[in-house]
């Protein structure tokens, strides 16, 4: 498969689920509506997997990680007033070493 990186414009800041299934079209030659949907379903999955609190790892790309963070006590910057932070579940993205060192090497 190409690297989907040369097929973007040079001057986008961004990748979007239309630039992947465009991908997946020119590559694949699928339709771009079958296209379109194969990206919608693996992004459906991902989500669900991590709705339901498991971790998302892709080989060499890296793992999108469920944490929880316990209560804690933060501060107003302006006003110096102590205020509870709820609990929460933060997600986080680590790169594997493959895409570090692809990133590092730019491209």
Known sequence: MADAGTMRKPDAGTLTRADLADVVHQEIGLSRAESANI????????????????????????SFILRDKGERVGRNPKT???????PRRVLTFRASQLMRERIVDGG
């Open 39 to 62: 990206v919608e379903r693996i992004l459906h999955y991902m989500c669900a997997a991590l709705s339901d609190g498991q971790n998302v790892k892709i080989s060499g790309f890296g």
């Open 80 to 86: 110096g007033v102590e205020v509870p932070i709820a």
